[in-house]
């Protein structure tokens, strides 16, 4: 049974910056610090809202978005977790292991809190093994920890538990929002070699920053570097920084996959770009008995300047 509200209060809140409540139909923590706020959903342990001081909400969430239906929720940043993508062995045309893993709609347990002058913490785990997972034959923990500061700091950490390697693929699948997608320009994935999923053909390179104007699908490799969007419409740059990846996935679904996924809302498509740091494609992870991986990402927001 998950605890309650006020058992949650009662043991992590941190008066002023970690306290709980129900939103979108289940339980969130929210975290203040510095004039900034997040918004955590235990389901999945998924940031929904980081809110910078005087800024416009950075994620985006569906206009439909829901907790505790079973599914995952789209927006903000879903936990990609033990795998990335489609199951690696399990790809026949009637999958029966979900896309990303099984923690995005799984509940969490809160295992931390702390609380500083302009800083606020919080600490979630998911322990996987064949008993709350019978067709998975590892045991690991899986760990976020979610520091709000001067920029919202994301980590995800995973132990192996078992007795045997554990291959992982995994991304912090962070949807940013934008002004207006066709007004968006992408920097710091010059020349790193693509695996365009919508492709089938061979690794390429792009040689100039990178703009949205159809679906996007993509696995940047050999990418430790922050990525920046500038969102001119939103007359703002968004930094995505990371440790842990080599990796970055490009997203936008566009219109027709928007209309296929449906909770996208009308017009989703057209002010959102997921941003994610990653292990996946050529960049997986193997952790040996025992031994322990940390994935992190960091959102950071400045105003563009304009001169004359």
């Known amino acids: 049974m998950s605890p309650s509200l006020d058992a949650l209060e009662a043991r992590w809140g941190r008066t002023g910056a970690v306290t709980f409540a129900e939103r979108y139909g289940g339980p969130v923590a929210l975290l203040q610090a510095g004039g900034a706020t997040a918004v955590v959903a235990l389901q999945g342990a998924q940031v929904l809202s980081y809110l910078p001081p005087n800024q416009r909400e950075v994620l985006w969430l569906s206009p439909v978005a829901k907790l505790g239906t079973g599914k995952a929720v789209r927006g903000g940043v879903p936990v990609c977790w033990p795998w990335f993508g489609p199951h690696p062995i399990d790809q026949t045309m009637d999958q029966t292991k979900p896309a990303h893993g099984f923690v995005r709609a799984r509940p969490w347990s809160v295992t931390g809190s702390a609380a500083k002058l302009g800083r606020a913490r919080l600490v979630l785990a998911y322990d996987a093994s064949p008993k709350s997972q019978p067709d998975w034959p590892h045991r690991a923990l899986a760990e976020i920890e979610i520091t709000l500061a001067e920029t919202l700091t994301i980590a995800l950490s995973t132990e192996n538990r078992g007795e045997n390697d554990l291959l992982l693929t995994q991304a912090l699948h962070t949807y940013l929002a934008v002004g207006e997608i066709g007004a968006v320009t992408v920097n ?105 991986h940390r994935l992190t990402t960091e959102l950071s927001v400045t105003k563009i300047c304009v001169s004359g």
């Open 188 to 292: 710091g994935l010059v020349d790193r070699p693509v695996i365009d999923q919508l492709s089938p053909a061979p690794m390429r390179r792009e040689h100039e920053p990178i703009s949205v104007k159809a679906e996007i699908d993509r696995i940047y490799q050999d990418s430790e570097g922050p990525v920046i969007v500038t969102d001119r419409k939103g007359g703002r740059h968004i930094r995505v920084s990371k440790t842990g990846s080599r990796s970055t996935v490009l997203w936008n679904p566009w219109v027709e996959k928007s209309a296929r996924l449906g909770d996208m809302g009308g017009d989703g498509y057209r002010h959102m770009l997921c941003v994610e740091a990653a292990n996946a494609g050529n960049d997986t992870v193997t952790l040996a008995p025992g031994e322990r």
